[in-house]
């Protein structure tokens, strides 16, 4: 798909804005990649040749970033795309039995939308949400401690168009190509709302301020005994 010159004009003056906040240019391909993506929903070949124009990259180059990283999409997904942690604690806690029970409830395979393109599942690495396993994230907000049928649902409400809200963050739920521009470094001034840290995250804080635990000052740390060391202990 080619950008008209209205949104060339338009990406043209963002990249450079992107390009400016890098000592150098080439540090501003992911977030390029990004508003590329927040424009088609996906990085087409004319997002990669706008990034390796404004970056004076090769498109080769350009492309070996994008099929790196699976955050970037070279085809159409979901407008929300459902990922499924199957790291080691989600999936022992369940979240092999809700990727599995979420491709044969919408009939897709990994990393692929629906036919409406309303929504595309994903198996991902861990979110560094373990407290709340097994993690479902849509669009990259958090749905703590799923299960195969609430995960279900969740899906057929996106399909709906029905309300759905994340276990924390803001109480809305972003497009894909809304949270890519996110991404990108354009905020949409919601990210410090609703509850950040749950209750499984505070534990250790708790146990430790009532204790009167504290880390240990990083200027005077004791010194390890030689046998506490790999190469002591050989
Ligand atoms: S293993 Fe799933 S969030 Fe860490």
């Not at 629906?114 to 396993?133: K, P, S």
């Not at 972003?174 to 949270?179: L, P, S, Y």
Request: charged share 25%; net charge negative; proline share 6%.
């Amino acid at each position: 798909m080619a950008f008209s010159e209205e949104t060339r004009a338009r990406l043209d003056i963002e990249a450079k804005e992107i390009i400016a906040r890098y000592p150098r240019s080439r540090s501003a391909l992911l977030p390029l990649l990004h508003l590329v993506q927040a424009e088609e929903g996906y990085v087409s070949n004319d997002g990669i040749a706008f990034c390796s124009e404004h970056l004076g990259l090769t498109a080769a180059e350009v492309t070996a970033v994008v099929t790196f990283y699976t955050m970037y999409k070279r085809r159409p997904t979901g407008d929300y795309h459902i990922g499924v942690c199957t790291n080691t604690l989600c999936a022992v806690m369940g979240g092999d039995e809700i990727f599995a029970a979420l491709k044969e409830h919408l009939g897709v395979g990994n990393d692929e939308a629906t036919e409406d393109g309303r929504v595309a599942v994903e198996h991902v690495e861990c979110n560094a949400a373990c407290d709340f396993a097994p993690v479902v994230m849509v669009n990259w907000e958090f749905f703590d401690n799923q299960t195969p049928e609430s995960a279900k649902q969740l899906a057929d409400d996106l399909r709906l168009g029905n309300d759905v809200r994340p276990t924390r963050g803001p109480d809305r739920l972003c497009t894909w190509k809304q949270a890519s521009r996110i991404l990108a470094g354009f905020p949409d001034d919601h990210a410090g709302e609703g509850p950040q840290a749950g209750d499984p995250s505070l534990v250790g804080l708790r146990l430790a301020q009532e204790r009167g635990w504290q880390a240990p000052d990083p200027d005077n740390l004791p010194t390890p005994d030689a046998g506490d060391t790999a190469e002591g202990g050989q």
